[in-house]
């Protein structure tokens, strides 16, 4: 079946550090989506890549699609404490079939 | 608009009680969709309902039901809980990209 793994599980850095979390994927996907969690909160859907190659910007963050449509990848520059908690890669293939990786723990020390 | 709201919030179950969690949204979404969270493991989809009448599974269905009771409500229910079923469990809705998240009812089965 579907898997979706992604690195490292916890990332601990210095304010002013930049940050990068890995998504990859056993199969092709059709698009993969990157979500937010805050400590004690809900998911909350940062952006969808959809075209091979793909990068889009969000001011600090950079997100990527690879070539092939198997893996991803989301990079903060100069972290914020405000950027702290777990972010999420979900991959899909078609309607309905998204999977979540396990997410990277964010955490910044100011 | 409150977007999607759960009740409860937190719950207590003994081994082999019984319990359903409510969900609804009001972004009038045609899909929905119930999820688990477990530490290191992300989000896995246990359930989903394309539109108003139609449920499916999902990843991780076994020990769950489902109802689409209408457009808005969407609700899960353990018939005979077990503590493997100790989670957070989030519901979601999305029209077509973004899905929406609630903010999630803390199950533990003692």
């Known amino acids: 079946g579907q898997q979706v793994m992604q690195i490292p599980q916890y990332q601990h850095v210095q304010e002013g550090e930049d940050f990068t979390t890995y998504c990859n994927s056993s199969?092709?996907?059709?698009?993969i989506q990157w979500y937010k969690q805050r400590p004690g909160g809900h998911p909350v859907f940062l952006i969808q890549?959809?075209?091979?190659?793909e990068v889009k910007k969000q001011k600090r963050l950079t997100f990527q699609f690879g070539e092939a449509k198997k893996n991803s990848s989301l990079h903060i520059t100069a972290t914020q404490t405000t950027d702290v908690g777990t972010y999420f890669c979900?991959?899909?293939?078609?309607?309905?079939?998204?999977?979540f990786g396990a997410g990277t723990r964010l955490t910044v020390k100011p | 608009n409150a977007g999607v709201t759960q009740t409860p919030k937190f719950q207590v179950l003994k081994t082999g009680q019984s319990m359903t969690l409510q969900c609804a949204q009001d972004?009038?979404?045609?899909?929905m969709y119930w999820y688990r969270q477990d530490p290191g493991m992300g989000l896995r989809l246990i359930y989903y309902?394309?539109?108003?009448?139609?449920?499916d599974k999902g990843e991780v269905p076994n020990g769950y039901n489902v109802s689409r009771l209408n457009k808005r409500e969407f609700s899960l229910r353990l018939e005979s809980a077990a503590p493997s079923q100790t989670s957070v469990y989030f519901c979601?809705?999305?029209?077509?990209?973004?899905?929406?998240f609630g903010p999630g009812t803390r199950l533990t089965v003692t």
């Open positions: 199969t092709t996907l059709s698009n």
């Open positions: 979900a991959g899909s293939r078609h309607n309905n079939d998204m999977r």
């Open positions: 309902s394309a539109s108003e009448g139609t449920t």
């Open positions: 890549l959809v075209k091979s190659g």
């Open positions: 972004m009038n979404h045609n899909s």
């Open positions: 979601a809705s999305s029209e077509a990209v973004t899905q929406y």
